[in-house]
């Protein structure tokens, strides 16, 4: 996602965060050290009182991370791959490299997020409870108390606004999940589940101009300004849903076969950098090259894989080098529908997908090949066989 930074890697999936969460992070803290532990325990100094509010957010922010490692690893058994989880506003988003492959994954998939938030949230309260903090109790006592009573509710919260039945949130994606496991129609249940995730964008629109000019609330600037943001990209992120969905019903019946360029070069992997250069990538200005053993695809070098070698390493690198290897590849098979393929091209930002049939390399499969098949199709009017 533009805008985010990697900060960890954990169990392989690398944790990136986007620049919203900084500011949220920032609100979080001066929330927590202005209101919420002053008014509790009114006698804490300043310092003793931002550092609490620091720490707080931090753990809230790896629940946050808990709660998308939980979607990640329930997708890992399932087979899906997850490249990273991007924290954001309210809660993060797992990259996943495909769809989920049936209504059963989606449904553990989806449901492992908020099961998570409500254990952590559980265990805050129940900690809270034990501590018993007020003002006259020991200091250690007014911390654990005071830090677990602000992460109990708060994981409860974002569990509770994660089932929101509205797609891309947790609920929608069960929502979908329990329409698709019995209708058996995917596309359908996607478009009412995310028609419900703009609904719901709606009424937290609606609430957010009820705050910002004080309709049956009390007026609050920052509360409004934040509903409007979370509507903005809640809806923004069921309309791309939308879309993808629209678009893989307007390929429809259309396969990966029927597409695919069979007349292609590749380069054998001990093949140094620069000869490729001069030999294929500049006569033949291409932006990326299946590298194949024999007939077998072991890897793919991209522009962005050369542009990483200096000039003078030119002579000396060979290919196999600086190569995304095949087993890190996102490759179609050439009787996958159209619809599939569109997807791991939107998951990576590839410019081709190498296309597979039983572990040869047969065809490669071009971005701009698809983009203008699927322009023409929507220009003659013609929907996809389904
Ligand atoms: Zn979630």
């Not at 960890?8 to 969460?21: L, Y």
């Not at 620091?54 to 991370?65: T, W, Y």
């Not at 997020?113 to 900690?127: N, Y």
């Amino acid at each position: 996602m533009p805008g985010s930074i990697r900060i960890a890697r954990i169990f392989g999936i690398d944790i990136n965060i986007h620049f919203s969460w900084i500011v949220i992070f920032f609100f979080l803290v001066t929330n927590l050290s202005d209101s919420f532990y002053p008014d509790q325990f009114p006698k804490w100094s300043r310092e003793k009182t931002f550092v609490v509010s620091a720490v707080s957010a931090l753990l809230f922010f790896a629940s946050v991370v808990a709660h998308e490692l939980a979607h990640s690893l329930v997708a890992r058994r399932f087979q899906m791959s997850v490249s990273s989880i991007t924290l954001f506003m309210l809660g993060g988003v797992a990259s996943l490299k495909s769809e989920p492959p049936s209504a059963k994954a989606e449904l553990f998939m989806a449901a492992a997020g908020p099961l998570t938030s409500i254990v952590i949230g559980v265990a805050g309260l129940a900690i809270a409870f034990a501590a018993d903090a007020n003002q006259t109790s020991a200091s250690w006592r007014q911390v654990v108390g005071g830090v677990a009573g602000y992460l109990g509710p708060i994981n409860l919260i974002v569990a509770v606004f994660n089932l929101v039945p509205g797609f891309p949130l947790d609920g929608g994606r069960v929502l979908r999940a329990a329409i698709w496991g019995i209708t058996k129609d995917r596309s359908r249940a996607t478009g009412i589940a995310a028609r419900g995730g703009q609904l719901f964008a709606g009424l937290l629109f609606a609430a957010g101009v009820a705050f910002l000019f004080g309709i049956g609330v009390p007026q609050n600037n920052v509360q409004g300004l934040l509903y409007g943001f979370i509507a903005y990209f809640l809806w923004n992120a069921a309309a791309s849903s939308l879309q993808q969905e629209r678009l893989a019903s307007v390929v429809g019946g259309t396969t990966v076969g029927s597409l695919m360029t069979t007349d292609f070069r590749s380069t054998p992997p001990a093949v140094m950098v620069g000869q490729l250069i001069r030999d294929l990538v500049l006569p033949m200005n291409l932006r990326a090259i299946p590298v194949v053993s024999g007939d077998r695809l072991v890897g793919l070098v991209t522009i962005g894989d050369l542009r990483k070698v200096e000039q003078d390493r030119w002579p000396a690198t060979p290919v196999e080098e600086v190569m995304t290897p095949a087993s890190e590849l996102a490759t179609v098979s050439p009787d996958d529908p159209l619809g599939a393929a569109l997807e791991r091209f939107g998951a990576d930002d590839l410019p081709l997908l190498p296309v597979i049939k039983d572990s040869r390399l047969v065809g490669l499969l071009y971005r701009e090949a698809v983009v203008g098949y699927v322009r023409m199709r929507e220009m003659v009017g013609l929907q996809g066989r389904r």
